[in-house]
Each structure stands twice: as structure tokens, then as C-alpha cells.
């Protein structure tokens, strides 16, 4: 069974950068043929695909966040990391890490970590 835990800081100030990571048990980052996801939900609002690593270690972006989005990982500690710059207000929201098989297949989810932005 695998299982994704996120952790981070629950409070960032605007215009500071977003600091988020993923802890996997169950499956190995190194080795696993899955993408290791970001995805994020606003308050009373839907899901926001945001980027992945893929099992080469190639990080992808949705163009909308692109610009001020950074993915990586670190095979030795069995983590990935999303570093999101310049945040606002608006992206407060429920941060989830996602082990993805395909495309929009989302087959485990973290419990998700709450992050607002406010000074």
C-alpha cells in the first residue's frame, strides 16, 4: 500500500515563497514508473492540477503556474518538494501530493496540508 504524507509550513506571507514536501512509503521515487504529483484545491472551490516529476525525474508544470513553480526530488529520502514563488492571497488553498499512473489516473492521495497566505 502506498502512502503519501505532506508537510510543511501551514502559513506563508505574501510574496514569499511556498515550501511543501512529500514523504512516500510503499513505493520507491527512484525506481517507480508513476509521476509524483502537486495538486491543490482553494477553498470552496475544485481541484488545480499544478505539476509533476515524472519517473525520470523531468519536472512538468501547468502553464498557468509555470513561471513561479519549481518540483523536484530526493531519491535518498524517498520525498518530492513543490516550491511555489511569489505567492498571494489566492493561492491559499488545500495542497495535495498525488502518486499519478497516467494521465489524470490519480491513484493515491496525501491527506492533503492546509497553506494559506496572509500577512
Known amino acids: 500500500q502506498v502512502q503519501l504524507q505532506e508537510s510543511g509550513p501551514g502559513l506563508v506571507k505574501p510574496s514569499q515563497t511556498l515550501s511543501l514536501t512529500c514523504t512516500i512509503s510503499?513505493?520507491?521515487?527512484?525506481?517507480?514508473?508513476?509521476?509524483w504529483t502537486w495538486i491543490r484545491q482553494p477553498p470552496g472551490k475544485g481541484l488545480e492540477w499544478i505539476g509533476y516529476i515524472s519517473p525520470g525525474g523531468i519536472p512538468y508544470y501547468s502553464p498557468s503556474l509555470k513561471s513561479r513553480t519549481a518540483i523536484s526530488r530526493d531519491t535518498s529520502k524517498n520525498q518530492f518538494s513543490l516550491q511555489l514563488y511569489s505567492v498571494t492571497p489566492e493561492d491559499t488553498a488545500r495542497y495535495f501530493c498525488?502518486?499519478?499512473?497516467?494521465?489524470?489516473?490519480?491513484?493515491?492521495w496525501g491527506q492533503g496540508t492546509l497553506v494559506t497566505v496572509s500577512a
Open positions: 510503499g513505493d520507491s521515487i527512484g525506481s517507480s514508473e508513476a509521476y
Open positions: 498525488v502518486r499519478e499512473v497516467g494521465y489524470a489516473q490519480f491513484e493515491y
